[in-house]
Every structure is written in C-alpha cells, then in structure tokens.
C-alpha cells in the first residue's frame, strides 16, 4: 500500500488478460499473518543488481493489478531494501522504484492519513506520521537520488520503508484497535476461503 480507501486510484497498464498466460503470472502478494512480513530485510548489493532490476517491474505490476500505490519487497516475499510506489500523475502511471531508501529527515509537523495496506486487505485505519520526510535512495541504474515528499506520497514512503523493517501500518495503531482489525481480516480471510 498504501491503498486508501478514500482516494481509489484508476487501475492502469497491465492488459485483462494478462493473468491467462503463465509466464505473465503476476507475483504473489503475501498476507498477515505471514512471518516474512515481520522479517529484518538487508541492503540491495552489487550481486543483487540484476535480480532486483527483473523484480521491480514485476513488483510494479503486481502493486498494478492489486490495485494499491506502494509495495515493499517483503510482500512478495523477497527480504531486500526495495520499494516501488505509483502515485499515478494526472491518471498516468509514474511509477517510482527506490532501492536501500533512508528517510535523512522527517518534519515536526504531523499528518493524519487513512491507511490501507495489500497484506492486509479490506482493512483500514487512521495513521498519524510526519507530514513530510526527506530521503536518499538508488535507483534501478545505481545513481544516488533523493526526494521530498508530503502529503500521500509522504504517507506511502513512510508507510513502505516500515515494511523493509517488519512494521505494519496496525503497529501506529493502539493495541485494541488492532487487534480488532486483525481479528477482522483473520475473518475476512476465512470467509474468502469458504466462498
Ligand atoms: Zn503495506
């Protein structure tokens, strides 16, 4: 994510039926209660390069076809300091991979979002986070950028770094809360697989 319920976003690119032919499958999204969506992931490396330029774009899709506006790499299962987000300028797509990102700062000034999150679907709640954070990150060529971000991209950064480090949006929420929509989406799930 984070998909937010607030702000649909129109589902872009990847052709309906993209899915029929195998070797178009799009990624798998990995669900909580899944432990590597908890796991410690380590920086991109040099070894790493060519493999991480064939997963962004087939992270992109996935987030694409979901529909959401960020992914983290521990959602599909990879525990590499990657992430791609897709904001969708005027309705086209704008997709942004950010590899190793570091927040350098982050404003005093906070922000109240409705948060959403892929691996956790259906399930939504209010997150309060600096309203603007500055970053460094590589890009998929391995050039040093950097980006200030406010408003929902700030969210979505925030949101998405905290999944290269095992958090989840439902961590910035009090316990009850929570566990109520943990308790929710563990039925929600349930009830998709009866369906
Ligand atoms: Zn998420």
Redesign the pocket.
Known sequence: ??ETSSHPLPLPLAPADATESPEAATLPILLVPDPRLRSKTRAVGPGDAAMVRALAPQMLEAMYKAPGI?L?AP?VGTLLRLVVVDLQKNDKPDPLVLVNPEIMAASKELATREEG???LPGQFAEVTRPARVKLRYLDLSGAKREIEAEGLLATCLQ??LD?LDGV??VDHISALKRNMLLRKLAKDLKAKVRD
């Open positions: 994510m984070p960020g983290a959602q999150c892929l691996s949101h998405e999944h989840l949006f």
